[in-house]
Structure formats: structure tokens, C-alpha cells
């Protein structure tokens, strides 16, 4: 008895192929526009809710008490601190649709200049955290989902839980105390030595390095998620009938995790993998700050104790821009996919 398939190609009749729904990446997209205009709404509004701003911190030094009230109010003028709270976001929002990220007082250094600086060391620990955890996350996942309720099921799916009760934060203050305090094997602050190599083979091995310890932090955050996610897809996969058969033809090992789960995973992975940049971006915050790593968490930490609404701004909207592309570029990825079957 001939398939569908062979019905159509023995009668020559063309086969359909899936056409990728435009318009639903069309209001995806549109959607992530206003939610990207809202959040720099936010990002002006909020911070200047709190007590204190830009100008409260330089003058809070010995040096700046001596100027006068006239002179305070002409600087908070400059800075364009000075007028009611719609005046102050709208100038912040006139600003940034011309593309102009501001200047930070305190770090001497346009905004563009910092977030170019720091915007790299970032994107290395997500770059190297990625393949941790993707690779990892299937394999266990894998591994469990594929004989539900057997031993290595119980004891990975065990492993896991007792891994996700631990917060990001914690994770890499036991990672900081293990490999750099009591097993000193690792660097465990900054991104570079004191003293850089004199060969860029060599400097490249030193911030390989540096990056390791944060990018681990990184990677477990997210190992987890990924997970109990294809840990409960491999388990359905496992009681499909093409699966059952596979079985049943000898079929094992690494061709099944292959053929017959990773490749039914690829949808799953990428329709993930857009809310794993978001997460990795905003654990990178706390990493960071615990590894003394140059990137943009550590930088916009700093900035919100500074009050520095401009890096602050920048930062945010640099961030939320490449969050937001990525995450649409990925669900247009998943469509591909999912049509494809």
C-alpha cells in the first residue's frame, strides 16, 4: 500500500511545501518594537524615582561644597537634571531616537565609547557559556527522558533539582570559593592579567582563562531549564511509535540520540534558546559583579549606584535592542522549523 507521499510523486502532482506564516513575524516583530519603546520609557522614568542623581553624587566630595546654590542649579540646568519629570524623559527620549547615548559625567567617557568597551566581554562569557550549557542540558536530557523512571533517570533528573534550588548568585560564589580560593586554579576577577602576554596566541589563552569561571556560573544557571524542558519532550519522543520501531529494528546509541531525538529537539532548542539570551544577559549582572568582570552587567551595577541615568540608559537600551532582535531572529528560526515538521 503506497503512502501519501508516493501517491503524489507517482502522479506527478507537486508537493506541497510549508510556507513560513509572515505575518505572524510581522506582529512578533511589531510587538517587540513597543515593548522596546515602552522599557526606554521606563528606563528614564524609574531611576530618577529614586532619592539622589547624577549631580548629588559629584558633589558629594570635600572639593565641590564650596559652590553656591546659583551655581548647584545651572549645573543641574547642564546636566539637564533640571525641570519636571515628563521634561527630563521626554529629553532623554529626543535623544535616543536621534541615536545619541549621552555622556557619563563620571566616568569622563561618552556613553557609545563604554558600552563598545564593555559590550564584547559580555557577549564572550554568553559565547562560551552557550555550547556549556546546550551541550550539556541535551545530553542529560537525553539521557533521562529516553527510559523514564530508570536509574539514570532518577539519579540525573535528582542531580538537576537539587542544581536549580541553588540560585545564579550562589552558584558562582561556591564556583568563586572552590577553584579560587581552596583549589586556586582559575583566575577569579577580571577578564585579563595585570601584566597582558606578549603574544596574542598567549593573551587569547589568558582571557580564555579569566572567561572560564564566569561562563561556568553562566552555563549552570541555565543547564537546568534547558533540562526538565527536553527532558519532558525526550520522554514523549520515547513512546512514539517511530521511535518504538527504531527500537525494535536494533536501532541504539548515538544514531538514535541523533536521528530520532536531537533532530525532533532543533524546535524545542531554538524556541528556548530566545528566552536563554534574555536570562544569560541579566545573569551576567551578578556574575559579573562577583568576578569583577569589565562587561555591561558589571557596568550598569555601577551605574545605577552612580545614579548615572545616561550609562544606565544605554546600557538598558543597548541590551534590550540585542535581546529583542536576537529572541525575533530565533522564533523566525523555530517557525522554519516547526512548518518544516
Given at each position: 500500500m503506497l503512502g501519501p507521499t508516493q501517491i503524489s510523486q507517482q502522479s506527478g502532482a507537486p508537493t506541497a511545501h510549508p510556507v513560513v506564516n509572515r505575518f505572524v513575524l510581522l506582529?512578533?516583530?511589531?510587538?517587540?518594537?513597543v515593548v522596546f519603546v515602552v522599557l526606554?520609557?521606563?528606563?528614564?522614568l524609574l531611576p530618577r524615582l529614586l532619592p539622589g542623581d547624577t549631580l548629588d553624587v559629584l558633589l558629594d566630595s570635600n572639593v565641590q561644597r564650596g559652590l553656591q546654590n546659583?551655581?548647584?542649579d545651572?549645573?543641574?540646568?547642564?546636566?539637564?537634571?533640571?525641570?519636571?519629570?515628563?521634561?527630563?524623559?521626554?529629553?532623554d527620549l529626543a535623544r535616543l531616537a536621534h541615536g545619541d547615548l549621552g555622556y557619563s559625567l563620571l566616568h569622563g567617557a561618552p556613553v557609545s565609547h563604554l558600552l563598545a568597551d564593555a559590550l564584547p566581554w559580555t557577549a564572550l562569557l554568553i559565547a562560551l557559556a552557550?555550547?556549556?550549557?546546550?551541550?550539556?542540558?541535551?545530553?542529560?536530557?537525553?539521557?533521562?527522558?529516553?527510559q523514564p523512571g530508570a536509574r539514570a533517570d532518577r539519579v540525573i533528573t535528582t542531580s538537576m533539582s537539587l542544581l536549580a534550588s541553588i540560585p545564579p548568585f550562589i552558584t558562582a560564589v561556591l564556583l568563586f570559593l572552590c577553584f579560587g580560593i581552596l583549589w586556586p586554579v582559575l583566575p577569579t576577577g577580571g577578564a585579563e592579567p595585570l601584566f597582558p602576554a606578549a603574544t596574542p596566541l598567549l593573551r587569547a589563552q589568558e582571557i580564555l582563562r579569566h572567561a572560564l569561571l564566569p561562563s561556568l556560573a553562566l552555563a549552570l544557571h541555565e543547564v537546568v531549564r534547558y533540562f526538565f524542558v527536553l527532558r519532558g519532550e525526550v520522554a514523549v519522543l520515547a513512546s512514539r511509535a517511530f521511535v518504538l520501531n527504531g527500537r525494535s529494528r536494533g536501532i541504539s546509541g548515538w544514531r538514535e540520540r541523533r536521528d530520532y531525538f536531537g533532530r525532533n529537539l532543533l524546535a524545542v532548542i531554538c524556541a528556548r534558546l530566545g528566552q536563554s539570551v534574555a536570562s544569560l544577559f541579566t545573569a551576567s549582572l551578578f556574575v559579573e559583579v562577583i568576578f569583577s568582570y569589565p562587561g555591561v552587567g558589571g557596568l550598569t551595577y555601577h551605574?545605577?549606584?552612580d545614579r548615572d541615568y545616561p550609562l544606565l540608559q544605554g546600557a538598558i537600551a543597548v541590551l534590550a535592542l540585542l535581546?529583542?532582535?536576537?529572541?525575533w531572529l530565533l522564533d523566525a528560526l523555530t517557525e522554519i522549523?516547526?512548518?518544516?515538521?
Amino acid at each position: 500500500m503506497l503512502g501519501p507521499t508516493q501517491i503524489s510523486q507517482q502522479s506527478g502532482a507537486p508537493t506541497a511545501h510549508p510556507v513560513v506564516n509572515r505575518f505572524v513575524l510581522l506582529r512578533s516583530l511589531m510587538q517587540r518594537v513597543v515593548v522596546f519603546v515602552v522599557l526606554l520609557v521606563l528606563m528614564s522614568l524609574l531611576p530618577r524615582l529614586l532619592p539622589g542623581d547624577t549631580l548629588d553624587v559629584l558633589l558629594d566630595s570635600n572639593v565641590q561644597r564650596g559652590l553656591q546654590n546659583s551655581e548647584i542649579d545651572d549645573l543641574r540646568d547642564r546636566l539637564g537634571l533640571a525641570g519636571s519629570l515628563v521634561e527630563q524623559v521626554g529629553r532623554d527620549l529626543a535623544r535616543l531616537a536621534h541615536g545619541d547615548l549621552g555622556y557619563s559625567l563620571l566616568h569622563g567617557a561618552p556613553v557609545s565609547h563604554l558600552l563598545a568597551d564593555a559590550l564584547p566581554w559580555t557577549a564572550l562569557l554568553i559565547a562560551l557559556a552557550t555550547p556549556i550549557f546546550l551541550g550539556v542540558g541535551v545530553t542529560l536530557a537525553a539521557e533521562a527522558g529516553r527510559q523514564p523512571g530508570a536509574r539514570a533517570d532518577r539519579v540525573i533528573t535528582t542531580s538537576m533539582s537539587l542544581l536549580a534550588s541553588i540560585p545564579p548568585f550562589i552558584t558562582a560564589v561556591l564556583l568563586f570559593l572552590c577553584f579560587g580560593i581552596l583549589w586556586p586554579v582559575l583566575p577569579t576577577g577580571g577578564a585579563e592579567p595585570l601584566f597582558p602576554a606578549a603574544t596574542p596566541l598567549l593573551r587569547a589563552q589568558e582571557i580564555l582563562r579569566h572567561a572560564l569561571l564566569p561562563s561556568l556560573a553562566l552555563a549552570l544557571h541555565e543547564v537546568v531549564r534547558y533540562f526538565f524542558v527536553l527532558r519532558g519532550e525526550v520522554a514523549v519522543l520515547a513512546s512514539r511509535a517511530f521511535v518504538l520501531n527504531g527500537r525494535s529494528r536494533g536501532i541504539s546509541g548515538w544514531r538514535e540520540r541523533r536521528d530520532y531525538f536531537g533532530r525532533n529537539l532543533l524546535a524545542v532548542i531554538c524556541a528556548r534558546l530566545g528566552q536563554s539570551v534574555a536570562s544569560l544577559f541579566t545573569a551576567s549582572l551578578f556574575v559579573e559583579v562577583i568576578f569583577s568582570y569589565p562587561g555591561v552587567g558589571g557596568l550598569t551595577y555601577h551605574a545605577v549606584l552612580d545614579r548615572d541615568y545616561p550609562l544606565l540608559q544605554g546600557a538598558i537600551a543597548v541590551l534590550a535592542l540585542l535581546v529583542l532582535g536576537l529572541t525575533w531572529l530565533l522564533d523566525a528560526l523555530t517557525e522554519i522549523l516547526t512548518q518544516r515538521g
